[in-house]
């Protein structure tokens, strides 16, 4: 995907502020020639900004304008150690509204509808972020954050909420919830608008069925403003993002290196405008795509894939790279698997070996289930499998999401 003009030159404007006003880049591109950036490729030369980064520069070492002018900050959950903080101006704040009004609006969501907000508010970005461009789009907002099913089922038939914002699998308890008590007739919704993460098709047609909505995913991440940066229209499942707010490259997680347009490889953002805490070239470690063409809907917003998967999913064995969602991808289309499977990675007399433990469905054959998955895989993924078939409930199973990949080579 090439920079357009108008980005290379708000680049150069955004790149010129961080170098005067942010501690945290002028060490980062310390020896660096940022004012003889004139191209994309000279672009491309500026080292990366990583979540480490960010952690290291507790609490508030992003800060990139005067204390006075930031109005508030937001931090990123943070399962393990430090959290990141990310302080926000004003202008910072009412650019997001405007993009997250811009998202409903994608999603033909208008102002007279009423918006419930079921994700958190606090700290992190969500629920305060679907507030906001719901309230800039001059919305009805239902703020009611996560949790109390009773109370979210009554407000939404009382007030007959139109769209629900939600995680993908707090919607999927509320559908269930909903068709466990009868009461889907007293439900007004029309749409779903879902943070993006990697939800499989069986649980997105799932919830659009039960609920009765057609369904939109949302992208965003709390570095780069929160939900709101990026969303797909009625004609396209992939996400149009908003590329006069920020640059966004996709590039192979080992090398960082471009991909070719269309192929998958790891989102890394560059903002544009942002103040409080602009981020230039920062690895979110989400895998997608560049959606090549124009949309049908006519919109010249440049499109990315829904989320394919973080890239520590990702492992690379003989030179292919292979993700979680691509391994489920094949055996869904082998008759005789069931949907529990194990890889196993190791290196072994100076080859790399891939093992596929995978559960075979009673009364299926294990050879056929074997061969069939073994050269299915080939064709699809690149590369030659072990296929190790075993018995339903063999294999094991945890609440969490279980982790499906091990990597026994390092
Ligand atoms: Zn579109």
């Given amino acids: 995907m090439r920079m357009t003009q108008t980005q290379l030159d708000m680049l150069k404007v955004q790149l010129k502020k961080v170098m005067k006003n942010s501690p945290f880049y002028q060490e980062k591109f310390k020896g660096i020639n940022v004012d003889g950036i004139t191209c994309q490729e000279d672009f491309e030369k500026l080292p990366f900004t990583w979540k480490g980064d960010l952690r290291e520069a507790y609490p508030l070492g992003l800060m990139a304008v005067p204390e006075k002018e930031i109005v508030r ?73 996560p949790g109390n099913t009773d109370k979210q089922l009554r407000m939404m038939m009382d007030l007959k909420t139109t769209v629900l914002c939600a995680t993908s699998s707090y919607a999927l308890l509320l559908a269930e919830e909903i068709a466990k008590r009868g009461i889907g007739t007293h439900i007004h919704l029309k749409k779903g608008v879902i943070g993006s993460e990697r939800w499989g098709d069986k649980m997105r047609s799932r919830i659009a069925k039960e609920l009765g909505v057609s369904l939109y995913d949302i992208y965003g991440l709390t570095e780069i403003y929160g939900p709101g940066i990026a969303i797909n229209c009625d004609h396209s499942k992939a996400m149009h ?153 063999e294999l094991p199973r945890s609440e969490k999401k279980s982790r499906r990949i091990f990597d026994n080579r390092y």
């Avoid at 560049?290 to 492992?315: Q, Y």
Wanted: aromatic share 8%; with cysteine; hydrophobic share 35%.
């Fill in 73 to 145: 900050i937001h931090s990123s959950s943070g399962t393990t150690g430090t959290p990141i903080i990310i302080p926000y101006t004003q202008k910072d704040v009412d650019d997001w509204a405007d993009m997250f009004a811009r998202c409903y609006r994608f999603a033909g969501i208008t102002n007279m509808d009423r918006i419930q907000i079921t994700p958190g508010y606090g700290l992190w970005t969500a629920g305060i972020g679907f507030q906001t461009g719901a309230e800039r789009l001059g919305a009805m907002v239902v703020p009611m954050g």
């Fill in 241 to 393: 993002y908003w590329d006069d707010y920020m640059y966004i490259e996709i590039l192979d997680p080992h090398t960082g290196e471009p991909v070719e347009d269309g192929e998958i490889g790891e989102i890394v953002i560059t903002t544009l405008v942002k103040e409080g805490a602009p981020l230039i070239r920062y690895r979110t470690h989400d895998l997608s795509r560049f959606e090549p063409g124009d949309c049908p809907c006519g919109s010249k917003h440049p499109r990315i894939d829904t989320l394919i998967g973080r890239t520590d999913d990702m492992v690379k064995v003989k030179g292919c790279n292979i993700f979680p969602s691509q391994i489920e991808d094949v055996i869904k289309d082998v008759e005789g698997a069931s949907s529990e499977y194990q890889v196993m990675i190791d290196h072994l007399g100076g080859k790399d070996i891939l093992t596929i433990f995978i559960e075979v469905k009673k009364g299926a054959g294990k050879t056929d289930v074997a061969h069939e998955l073994s050269s299915l895989f080939k064709i699809k993924i690149g590369m030659t499998p072990l296929v190790k078939p075993v018995d339903i409930g």
